[in-house]
């Protein structure tokens, strides 16, 4: 603020004499512009469904035009593909080229993960990605299975059917899961439900993330030291039971000496990556690398009669049609909702954030409702043409967008690429080593323990990092789902506390201005004599309201005590700063009038500085405004503490 | 603010010429001192927790002093006792004499509701109150069994042990519920958790309270009525098909000519009691006077002989022990616990209420964890000495007040009456006619239902409205129980709400000032050309972090677009006023780096305005503070368009 300014002054009552009483307050906090409940209610219901007016580009259009739009708007490819180039598609087509040489081994590996049949693995990225392509409104996220999705339906599937007795059955509800999976992003999407993702908070993804991570690593010491008999839990204890249980005659050396060796070149290859961005390129060829090597070596050598357990069948061709295969009646139909609601959050909340990271990167929007319709609709249609859950991939999408995919064009080149792999090669995977996809999981997991991140929640938040703390243990030591449950738990909890214990802080006036703040946060502020100036940090609520009450009247007998000590001037005015006040219930409004009628009991002012919209409104409504007075009422502290000198000065006068 | 301060020049650009560009800022938004993870836990805790500093009275005192002071927080009758006069003593004796004479009727009435024998309302008004008067720290609570918990406790012990089959267990039962009932609130007083009662708001109690008194009030229809079948549902489809299926010989003429004209005459001396409050004795006395009336008749005209049914047995004497009836082992313990626990809940909630009311108006404070600590040891003694639950009750308070007692002496007093009661006069009541106590708990029951307040709930607050709604039909059509649970769900998804989907408010120039206020509140405002301002009126939370940002890129694209049109300058600053953003978490972080990055790209400049401490000190931890500039975050909204305009000029110049 201005040196030159009288706010210096004004605040001091001496000088207030310097201004004529009848000098009209220039605005005033008057009564707001009365709103019909339906006007509520509509605003409400427009904010939380429709904050980004979908309809908007539709007004006053002829229908011709409404079609073209509405075409557009569920299949954005008629939008952007208007403008495609063959610039465009020689960086689509390269990017497509490279997510298809990282995600054939991927696939592969994430099927074994969900229990399924590899093939299974290569199909989910055959079909999904074509629809997300025509649908979808990311241009960088690379669609296919990811470990955890494949995790989470493993662990969860598994329990219902056991897939190795029943593989047929299992197979089918896997089918179920998925379909469901489908109807409920497409349903979040299509009632605008899609801000519900967001209650799964960045803190609990990176712990959640991280937890699935090791998780999925640990179980794949099965694969890298060759162990036949291995548990279907997910917790950390059991798995590590029966990795060293095995220990004595469960490994077979040769498996690790592949698996090993080939997870070092995964490892060294990631890291030449990360060092020099220009070599993307080579951890995203490395496992495809891995697959040729360690098959021609197994090819060669046989070791596969020495043990080393590899993948033996994969069927050659692409996706049977699947939709006979759906449960939609029996036993099996609830729980393959229940499992495929659960995955299609988890996939969803996956794609979303990828979708976000990227489309912060490169400044475009996409809309969350439309990527869920999208993203549905494609694991509707997959779970029909035999694949299962599909998603955006962190790993390929990031090396999709190193690689300079320009739109979702990217990733029908990566599916014709799988269709030729299914058409032509499949047969050649079968002498895969189960230890080299093994590998491969491991070191595409690794990512997502993303360390830097919790530091820094700790750093910034500590409850978030409780939360995220949270997540992480829940998953490795119970299950996946309970992970997630504890973190949203926290999440809340915290939002909770915070609306029941808000801050009620003491204002002091920062000199030479008319400003008033948290003399915690300005030690230079100092307080008024006669007045006290307290801020509300929060809405006043039910679950607050008593507390905020107790707490001003506290702050009150403080001062007072202070005061008669240092003999000051006897506290004549509470003067409430309104602004983080946002809304009141009525709990709130009767902890006001409780509050007015003890202080007006010890001849002690009540004053309201920059009470909100909504708050005014009802302020008017129950007639609080009549009890405080409407000249109670200030524009701002400044005004009220004016206001306050004006009236001491008079009585003293 | 002031026409002769120079504010309403520097909100100019032209005008920022006025100042050197070397004028040092008086005050500026710096980094909030660096509190530790155990300091901020530490206050967190106090809080919650502590937030009256109860200990506060005990530093540095000798031990001796301690013991007293301690003696003295638990025992407040030793605080207040020292300053007890004769004058006090004489209002007290006349409260307590008119609340035992409505007292003894309610007793009686109300254990029939609990499915109790009569004897057991009074002797829960004999104990507890006179353990209260030493503990508890209101002055004008009447203490004794009240409608509301009496039906609950009826309405889920019934289901357990049938009353009638079985009514010795079924009494062992219901002391079991009361002992767990006072452990409930002597535990929630003990460990400081006083403030969760506060999470059934008011808006929930009205709606609760309404909902119970018609049930209540039906459940009357049986003994009014001379029913003799009655179903022991209390959701009134079925109290009401059991009233009329009995319509044809089920009801009893003499039984409704004594129940109508008796409750006729009660309901005339409350319209006394209520349009003259000197006569407020007269409400007071009524019921008395009805029992004494109505039992001599039943005992002239033996009416009891004509269908008349009569409280028949009421033993005399006063309360036997108990505590070996109490289920410590055995089935029943669970059950007791769980119910103990809901009933203790809500009869607190009814006492802290009628507590908190009373000491508003006299403005005296009372402790609500102290409270919950006196009503649970005055429960746990209660339930070893034959009482059930006894709490605070709305009408004899109320009565108690106007009758101008002091202390909690006049419970001492009333606690006497029903002594002497007891020991002498108690078999007379045995001709009590059933009719007419149903008659004195409907003229009770009432006053719960609050109309008025209703329709200042709708007119205040629509959320609120719902929520008195939900509980008032969830209690009369299906359960007391769900009543209360929807109407907390509702409640704390209003607050999730708000939170999930806060205003993001344009903010304009209250022209002559520096005041920037939200456009809709003060149509005055004007806006600054080239700089756009908003408020995000909410703490910044995962589950709002991505709304916030969408919100704000829309009102950013909305702006440019009506720029264009009306070719205004271009915007090329972002201000976001964060007043009322009390806290941040990381989402909402990450949220601003987004949104910093895609208005970057669109060369708009963001200024944060007056961040709050805590928001501050993540801002620093998390680095962004660099990211935007130090030089970018102000004091206040008119520093940072001083700021916008100055460079506008720069570049204009």
């Given at each position: 603020m201005s040196r030159i300014g009288d706010e210096n002054i004004v605040t001091s009552a001496a000088s207030s004499r310097r201004r004529p009483e009848s000098l009209p307050q220039l605005h005033s906090v008057g009564r707001p512009v009365k709103q019909t409940i339906w006007q509520e209610l509509g605003h409400t219901f427009k904010e939380t469904f429709f904050p980004d007016d979908p309809l908007k580009s539709f007004k006053d259009q002829p229908p011709s035009k409404k079609f073209v739009l509405g075409l557009r708007a569920v299949f954005p490819i008629f939008d952007w593909g208007r403008q495609y180039t063959l610039g465009k598609f020689k960086s689509d087509v390269i990017a497509g080229i490279t997510i298809a040489s990282l995600c054939i081994p991927q696939d592969i590996a994430y099927a074994k993960l969900a229990y399924l049949k590899p093939e299974y693995g290569l199909y989910s990225s055959f079909v999904p990605p074509l629809i997300y392509a025509f649908m979808g409104s990311s241009r960088d996220i690379a669609i296919g299975p990811v470990a955890v999705v494949s995790l989470l339906l493993g662990t969860l599937l598994s329990p219902v059917i056991d897939p190795e007795t029943n593989p047929v059955e299992y197979t089918r509800l896997a089918l179920t899961a998925t379909f469901f999976a489908g109807v409920t992003q497409a349903a979040l999407g299509f009632f605008r439900l899609g801000f519900l993702v967001d209650f799964l908070s960045h803190a609990a993804t990176v712990g959640f993330m991280a937890g699935a991570a090791i998780t999925i690593g640990l179980q794949q010491l099965k694969g890298l030291l060759g162990i036949k008999k291995f548990t279907?839990?997910?917790?950390i204890i059991s798995v590590l039971e029966s990795v060293f249980s095995q220990a004595q005659h469960g490994w077979n050396w040769q498996t690790i000496a592949i698996g090993v060796s080939f997870l070092i070149f995964l490892l060294v290859a990631k890291y030449i990556g990360k060092k020099n961005k220009k070599l993307f390129w080579v951890p995203a060829m490395a496992p495809l690398t891995c697959v040729i090597l360690s098959t021609l070596i197994v090819f060669v050598t046989r070791a596969d009669k020495h043990g080393v357990q590899i993948v033996k069948h994969i069927k050659k061709g692409i996706n049977p049609p699947s939709a006979d295969q759906i449960f939609f009646t029996g036993p099996y139909l609830l729980k393959g909702i229940k499992i495929g609601a659960i995955a299609g959050i988890i996939a969803l909340t996956e794609a979303v954030a990828i979708g976000r990271t990227f489309a912060a990167i490169k400044d475009y929007s996409i809309d969350g409702n439309k990527e869920m319709l999208a993203l549905g609709s494609m694991n509707i249609v997959g779970s029909m043409t035999s694949c299962y859950v599909a998603t955006g991939s962190f790993s390929r999408s990031a090396v999709n967008f190193m690689a300079g995919c320009q739109t979702a064009v990217s990733n029908i080149v990566m599916s014709m690429i799988v269709f030729l792999t299914l058409m032509v090669i499949t047969p050649l995977f079968k002498f895969i080593p189960n230890a080299i996809l093994a590998a491969i999981i491991i070191s595409a997991v690794?990512?997502?323990?993303?360390i830097g991140a919790v530091i820094l929640l700790w750093k910034i938040d500590k409850f978030d990092f409780i939360a995220c703390m949270g997540a992480f243990f829940g998953v490795i030591f119970i299950s996946v789902e309970i992970g997630i449950l504890i973190a949203v738990c926290i999440s809340f909890a915290k939002i909770l506390l915070q609306v029941t214990r808000p801050r009620v802080a003491l204002l002091g006036n920062l000199p030479g201005t008319t400003l008033y703040r948290n003399i915690q946060q300005y030690p230079a502020a100092s307080t008024i004599p006669g007045a006290l100036i307290v801020r509300v940090d929060s809405s006043i609520y039910f679950s607050n309201s008593n507390y905020v009450k107790d707490r001003t009247l506290r702050w009150l007998a403080d001062e007072e005590e202070l005061n008669r000590e240092s003999n000051l001037p006897k506290i004549q005015h509470l003067i409430i700063d309104m602004s983080p006040v946002i809304d009141i219930d009525t709990s709130g409004i009767h902890a006001l009038e409780d509050l007015n009628k003890s202080i007006q009991k010890r001849e002690i002012q009540l004053h309201l500085a920059n009470p909100g919209c909504v708050v005014m409104t009802k302020l008017y409504d129950s007639g609080f405004v009549d009890v405080v007075g409407q000249d109670n009422i200030h524009l701002t502290v400044g005004d009220a503490v004016r206001a306050c000198n004006r009236k001491i000065q008079e009585e003293t006068a």
């Open positions: 279907k839990e997910t917790d690794i990512n997502l323990v993303d």
